[in-house]
């Protein structure tokens, strides 16, 4: 079984700042994938960014960005240029590589990390 | 196009009374999955379903809660004889059929059920 574990329940940035937030995983699998949904007030779960474990590149989407360490089980966001707009409860989270089509692609979540963005 | 449809919002229900919650997938997905997410906490998988099948139930209660995703309509997570501890938002999200390992879900906005 997956475990994802955020140790930061609460975090704030200034408007502009950049902030990083800590996710740790702890699995067996060697191909998987990681996430980093978004989600505001709405409810809305937002996907931020992805993970492939296979690629060595962090991934990177605008103000968007991870430090992927595979060895250390260690998946961080960072978010450059902190708008307003970015507050929110960000989770972290673990899909195992599914081969076949008909297998369930179960999304394995951490506890969240309430983020804001103070102006 | 439209993205993943829930409804309703919000759903009150007293101790007792049956639940249903619906959700209609994105044009062009056959495959619904249902988490739940208790306050404080982030989701965790109930059920995957392909039209007119369940796939894996692993996350489901044995007792009282049930999915559907029939040929035509939405699919439907019932929960009979609700408890103060079902209280949650219950999310729903499809992927598209195609594509093996493709691994991105789309996700609706949720149905916060309420029970008195």
């Known amino acids: 079984a997956q475990t994802v574990t955020q140790s930061q329940p609460e975090m704030s940035v200034q408007e502009a700042e950049t902030v990083t937030l800590s996710c740790t995983y702890d699995?067996?699998?060697?191909?998987?994938?990681l996430f980093w949904y978004k989600q505001p007030p709405s409810r809305q779960m937002i996907l931020v960014i992805r993970?492939?474990?296979?690629?060595?590149q962090n991934a990177t989407e605008n103000r968007f960005s991870v430090n992927f360490q595979k060895a250390a089980k260690s998946f961080s966001l960072k978010i450059s240029d902190s708008q307003l707009g970015d507050t929110a409860m960000y989770f972290c989270?673990?899909?195992?590589?599914?081969?076949?089509?008909?297998?369930?692609?179960?999304?394995?979540f951490g506890s969240g990390t309430q983020l804001t963005v103070l102006p | 196009n439209a993205g993943v449809m829930q409804n309703p919002r919000h759903l009150v229900r007293r101790r007792g009374q049956e639940a249903r919650l619906r959700c209609s997938p994105m044009?062009?997905?056959?495959?619904v999955y249902w988490y739940r997410q208790l306050p404080e906490e982030g989701l965790k998988f109930m059920v995957y379903?392909?039209?007119?099948?369940?796939?894996?139930e692993s996350g489901m209660p044995k007792e009282r809660f049930s999915a559907e995703f029939p040929k035509e309509g939405p699919s439907i997570l019932r929960i009979q004889q609700v408890v103060r501890g079902d209280s949650a938002a219950y999310f729903c999200?499809?992927?598209?059929?195609?594509?093996?390992?493709?691994?991105?879900?789309?996700f609706g906005s949720g149905t916060q059920l309420s029970v008195l």
């Open positions: 999200a499809s992927s598209p059929t195609t594509g093996i390992s493709n691994e991105k879900l789309f």
């Open positions: 699995t067996s699998e060697n191909n998987y994938y």
């Open positions: 993970q492939e474990a296979y690629k060595q």
């Open positions: 989270a673990f899909m195992k590589h599914e081969r076949s089509s008909g297998s369930a692609r179960q999304l394995t």
């Open positions: 044009k062009g997905h056959s495959h």
């Open positions: 379903l392909q039209k007119e099948n369940i796939i894996d």
